[in-house]
């Protein structure tokens, strides 16, 4: 099994927790070891980005969709805000 994650949801659970909770990076970081980073290719950015969706939810969807082509995914799992 893999557990991908967008490399953009990374930076930004970073970030997040740099300002918020930095006693808790390290803990990122073991996690995120365990992860495979993907990123959208950027044709497909600029053709789902005229759709309208947010730059940031665009980067998580595409980075999800992508993988798709070379293994077989069945889940996409989000947080919501």
């Not at 073991?30 to 290719?41: C, E, G, I, N, T």
């Not at 950015?45 to 759709?51: D, I, N, P, S």
């Amino acid at each position: 099994m893999f557990l991908l994650c967008s490399a953009y949801a990374v930076q930004e659970a970073r970030q997040n927790l740099a300002m918020h909770r930095p006693n808790r990076l390290g803990e990122l970081e073991h996690l995120v070891k365990k992860l495979y980073l993907v990123d959208a290719p950027l044709i497909m950015t600029a053709a789902v980005g005229a759709a309208g969706l947010p730059e940031k939810d665009l980067s998580i969807l595409l980075a999800a969709i992508e993988p798709r082509r070379l293994l077989p995914l069945k889940y996409f799992l989000t947080y919501p805000q």
